[in-house]
Structure formats: structure tokens, C-alpha cells
T-cell receptor
């Protein structure tokens, strides 16, 4: 149990589908993040939320839409994805958005776009 | 620009061997440095960190020293176990960027019994 739970663990979707990834933490953290992990590439920061407010959007295509309804939950809504979007999507949280705070990661959702 | 460079894997060692995974960085100012580990099928876990020059982070027998003069943060362990098989990520956090971790590409470590 890492403290950050992601569902589903695996997801296969067609390019015309709409799906959502869910992330939940009960660590009392105020910051939450979405990362994309592709094979042999550094982790890519996608979105950052601090106290439910988006503070960073790293030029992510609009087919990825985040939602943070409260400080414990984070969603990533997916629609009309491309095969190159297949990757491991990691959610993370930290006490605050600030230096030196370690991140707690979830186990990720392995997404395959067909 | 700011970047982290790790040695390419996979690194394959026998059990009880000495481990070094190299990490060097390029950054403005004085970043904080981290090592994260990702076991098969799991998310990343913070392994150790160092926040200023000459600091040594340590955890689970792993150590890394923040070397400002060589801009390095090499990960070491004296005697590895099969259970250490994982992917190891070096990362830095810039002081003028509250959340933008800069990641290395990861180094896969395989320990054979």
C-alpha cells in the first residue's frame, strides 16, 4: 500500500473511446500530479494541482483533461487518444507544492490505445 | 538547459556485488537531488535525497553523495540482493521551480542469484 491508489491498473481503449483514470490519496497531501512514463524516456510532468487548483499544464494536448474535485482525488479524462499516447500514467502527491518535498507515487495505469 | 543524465541500462550484477549507478546533472543554481526506485509493476518510491552540496542521502543500504564540483549524485550499494532488481531514477528539483522535477531516463538493474 503506497498511500496513492490508481484505478484501473490496466486500460485498453480505442481511439474514439472516452475513459477516465482515477487517483486517490488519503495522506493529507495538498498537491497532486499526473505524469506520463513512456519506455526509455524521462518521466513527463503533465499536470500539477495545489489545493484543487491547477498550477501547471505542461503543453499537454487537449485530449487529456484533468479534474481535481477535492484534495484527495484526481482524475484524468481521456478522449480521442492516439496510439502514441500508450504509456504508464502515474499519479503522485506531495505535502505541498514546494522544494524538498518527496513525492508519493501510485502504481500507475498502463494505458494501451488501439 | 537543466537535465539529468544516467548511465544506460540494463546493469546486470551478481548477488552481493558492489553497485554504482552514475548520475550527473546540469542545472542553474543549487538543486535538490533525488533517487527514486520503481519495482516491477509498481509506482516510483523515493529512495533517498540530498538538498545541498556534500549531503549524503542513505536508505536501505543505498547511498548517494551530492557532489557539486562534479555535478554528480551517484547511487551506490555495497552488496546488492536479488530484491534490489528494479529501475532507478535520478531526479533534480530546482529551487526556483516548486514542482518541476527534472528526471533521468532511468537505469534498469538486474541482480542474478
Amino acid at each position: 500500500e503506497t498511500g496513492v491508489t490508481q484505478t484501473p491498473r490496466h486500460l485498453v481503449m480505442g481511439m474514439t473511446n472516452k475513459k477516465s483514470l482515477k487517483c486517490e490519496q488519503h495522506l493529507g497531501h495538498n498537491a497532486m500530479y499526473w505524469y506520463k512514463q513512456s519506455a526509455k524516456k524521462p518521466l513527463e510532468l503533465m499536470f500539477v494541482y495545489s489545493l484543487e487548483e491547477r498550477v501547471e499544464n505542461n503543453s499537454v494536448p487537449s485530449r487529456f483533461s484533468p479534474e481535481c474535485p477535492n484534495s484527495s482525488h484526481l482524475f484524468l479524462h481521456l478522449h480521442t487518444l492516439q496510439p502514441e499516447d500508450s504509456a504508464l500514467y502515474l499519479c503522485a502527491s506531495s505535502q505541498e507544492v514546494g522544494i524538498n518535498y518527496g513525492y508519493t507515487f501510485g502504481s500507475g495505469t498502463r494505458l494501451t490505445v488501439v | 538547459g537543466n537535465s539529468v543524465t544516467q548511465m544506460e541500462g540494463p546493469v546486470t550484477l551478481s548477488e552481493e556485488a558492489f553497485l554504482t549507478i552514475n548520475c550527473t546533472y546540469t542545472a542553474t543554481g543549487y538543486p535538490s537531488l533525488f533517487w527514486y526506485v520503481q519495482y516491477p509493476g509498481e509506482g516510483l518510491q523515493l529512495l533517498l535525497k540530498a538538498t545541498k552540496a556534500d549531503d549524503k542521502g542513505s536508505n536501505k543500504g543505498f547511498e548517494a553523495t551530492y557532489r557539486k564540483e562534479t555535478t554528480s549524485f551517484h547511487l551506490e550499494k555495497g552488496s546488492v540482493q536479488v530484491s534490489d532488481s528494479a529501475v532507478y531514477f535520478c531526479a533534480l528539483l530546482l529551487r526556483d521551480s516548486n514542482y518541476q522535477l527534472i528526471w533521468g531516463a532511468g537505469t534498469k538493474l538486474i541482480i542474478k542469484p
